[in-house]
């Protein structure tokens, strides 16, 4: 599809050539997809930059730089342009912008894709108060708002560094609100999204709404810890650190929006094990669900993992990474297999509260946590931290949940968590192999869920 967009650059107008772009672009397709076309020093990157200055000196009274609301006013002045010319004006702002934003967002210079697709956005909306292009499928389509939205939200989170981005440099270098920034693209790709896309035609559909509940799962994290309070850290009074207590109704959202992502998936596809280790990152974070439910997922990780690997059999072994949350929840769960041979009750132990770190380099296994107050400064809640994880592991393991009605809010939305994914890999796969139903099986035990 590339090579048929390079060989098209200076031979049809140049609209045209980026809206084929700007179409490939919002279909979501892999940045690997773009390479031939856009690898830095490549003829085809040559001669599509060359015809995009070119347009623009063409058009001096389209100003890419200028506000989009000036912008809009002053090509939409009466009797200025006909109906078709404004039109023609319009569609090329929007497919330039794109075209410029994308090859930002493929060099890497995520900050800068960011600010443009978001100003792509904003003529988009300025452009809807023009009652006369309501004709015009590139400025009315929600369709295309919705991935633009997509590839805005993607840059942030790339551009900013995720989570990890100073406080200081955000303010110094970008002076944007994140958070103001990740609800509101929440709430827009939501509402450009109706519930009748959720069933796919074809694979095409599939990856792209893998694409947009990956996206999205992102986004719900970053919220939940851009809500989550400052916590003060006590190693029994000898120090003290702070991390971040993650929103739990976001990182419910996140685990949700990657569980869906991962019945999405295409059979093959690599990225099924970082999905589903952003799924026990998710109910880590959460805190305090039981561990059969951490163990649930993840069996169904090593499951597609397995198929992974021997749909490769014959190629070059992936490299796998193993983040920090899914090696956790491995420890957890291996510690957890020991004890059920011995202990018939172990099989109810839950999963100890875990923080991030406020400078973003590493958890930290909570003993106790005091819940917040009604006061004022209710961000500042106080947490205490056993002198050794090892200590703490063996405090939550060796004696059974306390807080009952804790414990049972805690079982129901684990197990809220596997049936969602049972109802979506029934919608969006079909039907389920013998080993995966023994695991629900295995979860939905009356004796289990009476506990």
């Known amino acids: 599809m590339t090579m048929t967009l390079v060989a098209s650059i200076g031979k049809q107008p140049f609209v045209e050539v980026a809206f084929q772009f700007f179409e490939l672009a919002v279909s979501l397709c892999p940045e690997s997809c773009f390479q031939q076309l856009l690898e830095e020093g490549c003829s085809g990157r040559k001669a599509l930059e060359l015809e995009l200055e070119k347009e623009i000196i063409s058009h001096p009274e389209l100003d890419l730089e200028v506000e989009p609301r000036f912008l ?42 960011f600010f443009k697709f978001r100003w792509t956005l904003q003529f988009l909306h300025e452009s809807r108060r023009i009652p006369s292009v309501f004709n015009l499928p590139i400025a009315v389509s929600l369709d295309y708002e919705r991935s633009l939205s997509l590839l805005c939200a993607k840059s942030l989170i790339k551009g900013f560094g995720g989570l990890q981005a100073s406080k200081a440099k955000i303010a110094s270098e970008f002076k944007v609100d994140r958070l103001d920034i990740f609800e509101g693209l929440l709430a827009n790709i939501l509402d450009c999204t109706e519930p009748s896309i959720l069933t796919c035609g074809d694979e095409l559909d599939q990856f792209m709404m893998d694409e947009m509940f990956t996206v999205l799962g992102q986004i719900e994290k970053c919220i939940a810890f851009l809500k989550g309070p400052l916590c003060e850290v006590e190693d029994f009074g000898i120090s003290k650190s702070y991390a971040i207590r993650p929103q739990r109704s976001h990182i419910d959202g996140m685990i949700r929006k990657f569980i869906l992502a991962s019945t999405f998936k295409l059979s093959g596809d690599p990225t099924y094990v970082r999905c589903f280790d952003k799924i026990l990152e998710g109910i880590i974070l959460y805190g305090g669900i039981h561990l059969c439910i951490i163990a649930f997922f993840l069996e169904l990780k090593r499951f597609h993992q397995a198929e992974f690997v021997l749909s490769r059999s014959t190629q070059q072994p992936a490299r796998i990474v193993k983040s920090s949350y899914a090696a956790l929840a491995e420890e957890l769960t291996e510690d957890w297999d020991k004890m059920e041979a011995f202990n018939a009750g172990s099989k109810y132990l839950q999963c100890p509260q875990v923080l991030m770190k406020a400078s973003g380099n590493g958890l930290i296994m909570v003993n106790t946590l005091y819940e917040e107050s009604d006061k004022e400064h209710n961000h500042e809640i106080t947490l205490l931290l056993s002198a050794a994880k090892l200590k703490a592991k063996r405090k939550i393991y060796g004696k059974p949940q306390t807080h009952q009605q804790f414990s049972k809010a805690q079982w129901q939305k684990g197990v809220s968590w596997v049936r969602f994914w049972e109802n979506c890999y029934l919608d969006n796969k079909g039907d389920m192999p013998c080993e995966l139903g023994k695991l629900l099986h295995d979860i939905y035990d009356p004796s289990f869920s009476s506990q």
Not at 72 to 79: E, F, G, L, Y
Not at 91 to 111: M, N
């Open 72 to 113: 809009m006013k002053s090509i939409s002045r009466n009797q200025l342009y006909d109906q078709s010319a404004l039109e023609l004006k319009i569609k090329l702002v929007i497919v330039s912008k794109t075209v410029i934003a994308y090859l930002d967002l493929f060099d890497g210079d995520f900050a800068e894709a």
